[in-house]
C-alpha cells in the first residue's frame, strides 16, 4: 500500500517542512537524546498521565511525546476549518431535529429505528431546547489524511472528547524546549483555546441567568482516566473544578457549595456519562452526579455541556449519515468526506464484508478508545477467524470500513527519523459562534507499520502546527 | 365518574437527615378520557422547585426539603372527573416517538421464558388483537398474589415464579410486547376498586401498548381489561423505575421508613352515603 508522506515528496522535502528539515539534519543524536529524557521529565511534573482502562499496570504512564512536530500550511487549514465547522453545524441541527419536530425522519433521509432505538437517545430530553440550540458545545472530529487534499472524517465525538490538553501542553513544552523553532516559523497559536472555551460556556448561559454566567467543570473525581484534563481546563478558564457531591439542587436552581456559602450554579461542562447525570432521572444508583440535575435543566435553570442525549449523534451507525445531515440542514454539499462504511445488519454488507474481513477495519458500534476493532491487513489468520466468529453472534454490533492509506509523518525513532501513521483531532466550539484553534491533538501510532493511534494501542501524541501565511 | 384521590406518602428517618430532592410524576395527565377539577400536592416543609411538561406530556415537578428534619410526608388530594375511552389514549400531547419505547431496561430484558410466552400467540393480522392476546397470556402466566415479588423483581423473574402484583405484570406485558415489536410503557396511576365493598389498594400500573392507526392503549393485565373510568393515570416510563410517582434522594445517614396510603373513592356515591346517613 501506497501512504501519503506528509514531510517527503519524491525525496524533496515540501514547502511547509523546509526549516524543520534543516533542523532535524543538524541535531546531534546525543542532544536529541537529552531532549526526548527533557520532554518526558516536563510531562511527568506538570503530571499529564493517561490511565488506560483495563490495561493494569503503571496507572501514570505517560502518552509518549514526539518532538517532531506535524505541519499544515494555512490554505490546507483553512478548508478543513471550513469542512469541520460545516460538520459542526449540521451535527447540531441533527440534534435538535431529532429531540424536537424530526424532519429528517420524517423526510425519510436517515432510518427512524437508528435513532430512536439507540442508547444514546434520551427520550427525557424531547422537547428541550437547550440556550442558543446547541446540543454539543465541544465536537472532537477525527481526521485521517490520505492524500495531498484527500481527508477523511473517521468518527465525530459530540459528548466529552478528551485530549485537548495534550493538545496544549505539547505547544507549550515545544516553546519551552525549542523557542528558536517558534522564531524561525510562523506558527498559528492554540493557546487561546481555554478562554475560548470559557466564552463559549458563557454564551449558551440559561435564560434565567441574568448576571455574568458561573461556569464548572464536573468531574467524576481523581479515579477517572482524564482527570488531569479536567482539573487542568478548569484552571486554565478560572473556575471551579466540582465533583457531584460539591454541587446540590435547592428550588428551581443548582448551587455549588464554597467557603461562602452557595453560589448559583449556571453553566455544568460535565465530563460525566449520561447516565450518571441524576440518579433521578437516570441510574437511580448512581452516585457521581446530582439529585434533580435534570429537573432544573429542563425547565432552564442550568446549562450542560454537551447537552444530555448528545451522544446519538456520534454513534457509529448514525455517523453514515452525517453528509446526508449536511446537504438536509444546511443544503451544502460536504466538504470533508466519510469513510465508506458497510453496516453488518444489511445483508448486502454483510455478505461483502464477511468475503473481505482481510482487507477490512471492522469496528463495534459503540465502541471507543480502538478497543475491539479488526485491522484486517494487520491480522493473523487466526485473529481474523476469531474475530469473524464475534461478528456472527451479533452482526448489528459491528461496521466495516475500507483500510485506509493513513498519511505518515517523520517521527523520532531509534535510528533517527521514520515515517508512522497519524491522524488528527481538532476541537470544534460551538455557542454563540463557532471557533476552532488552528490545529488539534495528532496521534501517531509509534509502532513501525502500525495504523492504529490510540493511546490505549500504543499511540504517542505530536504537537500540530498551521503556518501563518 | 368523579374520583377523589388522597394520596400520603411518609418518609421517617432514625437520624435526622440533611435534605431531601425529589422529582414527582404526581399530577393526572391530560386526555380525553380525564379531567383534573383539582389537584395539590404538598411537600411537608419543601420548596416548590421547577415545573415543566415533559416529552411525553408528564407534568414533572421539583421539590426539595432543607433539614435536618426527621420525617416528610408527601400529600395529594384531588378530584379527577374520568371517562371511559376503551383504554385508548385518545386527546394526549405528547411528542416521543413511539419507537422509543422498543427499548429494553433491566426490568423488561427478555429471557427464554418471556420469549417463549411471547411466540405462544400466533400471528395477528391486526397488531390491537395481538395486544390483547399478549395482555390475556401473560394474566394466565402471572396469578396475582401479593407479597411474593419486590420493587426489584424482573420481569423474567415474576414469569418464573408465575406469581406477582400489577408491577410484575406490567413488566412482562412490556416484555412480550416489545418481543413482537410492537412499543410498550409502564404507567403508573391509582384505580378505584372494592373488594368485598372494602376499598382495594389504590397506586395502581399497568401498561401501554402503541399499536398504529389507533396510538397507545392501556392494558391492565393484572386485572384483564383494559383502564376505564375507575383508572386515572398519572405517567409513564421504560419501565416501573423511570415512571415512579416519586423519585427521591435524602442526604444522610440511617434507614427510611416508608408508609403509604391512598384512597381513591367515587365521589358520587360518598354524596349519596351521606344523603343517606342525614336520612337515618
Redesign the interface.
Given at each position: 500500500m501506497e501512504y501519503y508522506d506528509e514531510m517527503y515528496s519524491g525525496g524533496q522535502v515540501r514547502e511547509p517542512y523546509a526549516r524543520l528539515s534543516e533542523w532535524v539534519d543538524t541535531m546531534p543524536a546525543d542532544f536529541r537524546q537529552m531532549k526526548q529524557a527533557e520532554a518526558e521529565a516536563l510531562f511527568r511534573r506538570i503530571g499529564i498521565t493517561f490511565a488506560v482502562y483495563g490495561e493494569g499496570g503503571d496507572p501514570d504512564r505517560l502518552i509518549p511525546f514526539d518532538m517532531m512536530p506535524r505541519v499544515f500550511e494555512q490554505a490546507e487549514w483553512r478548508r478543513l476549518e471550513r469542512g469541520i465547522k460545516q460538520r459542526a453545524r449540521a451535527l447540531n441541527a441533527f440534534l435538535r431535529d431529532v429531540?424536537?419536530r424530526?424532519e429528517i425522519?420524517r423526510a425519510g433521509r436517515i432510518p427512524?429505528?437508528l435513532?430512536?432505538?439507540n442508547?444514546a437517545?434520551e427520550?427525557?430530553?424531547?422537547?428541550?431546547v437547550p440556550p442558543r440550540g446547541v446540543y454539543s458545545h465541544i465536537i472532537g472530529i477525527d481526521l485521517v489524511r490520505t492524500g495531498k487534499d484527500e481527508f477523511f472524517v473517521l468518527e465525530d465525538n459530540c459528548r466529552t472528547p478528551s485530549g485537548v490538553s495534550y493538545m496544549l501542553e505539547n505547544r507549550e513544552i515545544m516553546m519551552r524546549m525549542f523557542p528558536q523553532l517558534f522564531r524561525q516559523n510562523r506558527i498559528e497559536p492554540v493557546d487561546q483555546y481555554p478562554e475560548l472555551l470559557r466564552r463559549t460556556l458563557e454564551s449558551v448561559a440559561p435564560p434565567k441567568c441574568s448576571d455574568r454566567p458561573t461556569c464548572v467543570v464536573l468531574t467524576p473525581g481523581h479515579f477517572n482516566s482524564a482527570y488531569y484534563e479536567h482539573s487542568f481546563l478548569a484552571n486554565l478558564m478560572g473556575v471551579e473544578l466540582v465533583e457531584g457531591q460539591d454541587l446540590?439542587?435547592?428550588?428551581?436552581f443548582v448551587y455549588m457549595r464554597t467557603t461562602q456559602g452557595p453560589k448559583r450554579v449556571d453553566v455544568i461542562y460535565r465530563r460525566i456519562d449520561d447516565p450518571y447525570l441524576d440518579?433521578?432521572?437516570f441510574r437511580?444508583d448512581s452516585m457521581l452526579g446530582i439529585?434533580?440535575l435534570?429537573?432544573?435543566y429542563?425547565?432552564?435553570?442550568v446549562s450542560i455541556c454537551s447537552a444530555p442525549g448528545a451522544g446519538v449523534a456520534d454513534d457509529k451507525a448514525i455517523y453514515t449519515f452525517v453528509p446526508e445531515m449536511v446537504r438536509f440542514y444546511l443544503g451544502e454539499e460536504p466538504i470533508l468526506n466519510n469513510v465508506h462504511t458497510w453496516t453488518l445488519w444489511k445483508q448486502d454488507d454483510y455478505k461483502y464484508v464477511m468475503e473481505h474481513l482481510p482487507e477490512l477495519v471492522v469496528k463495534e458500534v459503540h465502541g471507543s478508545g480502538g478497543y475491539g476493532m479488526l485491522v484486517g491487513p494487520k491480522s493473523t489468520k487466526e485473529e481474523i477467524d476469531a474475530f469473524r466468529k464475534k461478528i456472527e453472534a451479533n452482526p448489528s454490533n459491528y461496521i466495516a470500513q475500507p483500510t485506509l492509506a493513513l498519511s505518515t509523518t517523520p517521527t523520532f525513532v531509534e535510528e533517527g527519523i521514520a515515517p508512522r501513521h497519524v491522524d488528527l483531532r481538532p476541537y470544534c466550539l460551538c455557542g454563540d459562534r463557532i471557533e476552532l484553534v488552528p490545529g488539534g491533538l495528532t496521534r501517531v501510532a509509534l509502532r513501525e507499520g502500525s495504523l492504529v493511534v490510540n493511546s490505549s494501542q500504543g499511540g504517542g501524541v505530536k504537537d500540530t502546527w498551521v503556518l501563518s501565511e | 365518574m368523579k374520583l377523589r384521590v388522597t394520596h400520603q406518602t411518609v418518609y421517617r428517618y432514625d437520624h435526622p437527615i440533611r435534605n431531601i430532592v425529589q422529582s414527582l410524576r404526581l399530577t393526572p395527565s391530560v386526555f380525553e378520557g380525564q379531567k383534573t377539577l383539582e389537584w395539590n400536592i404538598e411537600v411537608t416543609g419543601g420548596i416548590r422547585g421547577p415545573g415543566f411538561r415533559d416529552g411525553a406530556g408528564d407534568w414533572i415537578e421539583g421539590w426539595t426539603v432543607r433539614g435536618p428534619m426527621e420525617e416528610v410526608a408527601v400529600s395529594i388530594t384531588g378530584r379527577v372527573e374520568t371517562r371511559d375511552t376503551a383504554g385508548v389514549l385518545r386527546g394526549h400531547r405528547e411528542m416521543i416517538n413511539p419507537l422509543a419505547y422498543l427499548r429494553d431496561s433491566d426490568a423488561t430484558k427478555a429471557d427464554k421464558g418471556l420469549r417463549a410466552l411471547a411466540a405462544s400467540v400466533s400471528d395477528h393480522a391486526d397488531n390491537l388483537d395481538l395486544a390483547h392476546k399478549l395482555s390475556a397470556a401473560v394474566s394466565e402466566a402471572i396469578a396475582y398474589e401479593p407479597g411474593v415479588t419486590e420493587s426489584q423483581t424482573t420481569a423474567a423473574e415474576a414469569l418464573k415464579l408465575g406469581k406477582g402484583v400489577c408491577q410484575d405484570h406490567t413488566h412482562a406485558l412490556m416484555a412480550v410486547a416489545r418481543l413482537r415489536d410492537l412499543p410498550a410503557r409502564y404507567v403508573s396511576g391509582y384505580l378505584h376498586a372494592t373488594v368485598d365493598g372494602e376499598p382495594h389498594e389504590a397506586a395502581h400500573a399497568w401498561a401501554e401498548i402503541h399499536v398504529e392507526n389507533i396510538g397507545w392503549i392501556g392494558f391492565d393485565a393484572a386485572n384483564r381489561c383494559c383502564p376505564d373510568e375507575r383508572y386515572v393515570r398519572l405517567g409513564s416510563g421504560l419501565d416501573a423505575s423511570d415512571a415512579a410517582p416519586i423519585r427521591g434522594i435524602a442526604a444522610g445517614q440511617g434507614d427510611e421508613r416508608l408508609d403509604v396510603a391512598v384512597r381513591v373513592e367515587d365521589i358520587d356515591k360518598l354524596q349519596s352515603q351521606s344523603q343517606s346517613q342525614t336520612q337515618s
Open positions: 429531540y424536537g424530526a425522519v427512524a429505528r435513532v430512536y432505538q442508547e437517545y427520550k427525557a430530553v424531547v422537547g428541550v446540590f439542587v435547592d428550588g428551581e440518579p433521578l432521572c437511580p439529585p434533580g435534570m429537573d432544573v429542563r425547565s432552564g435553570g | -
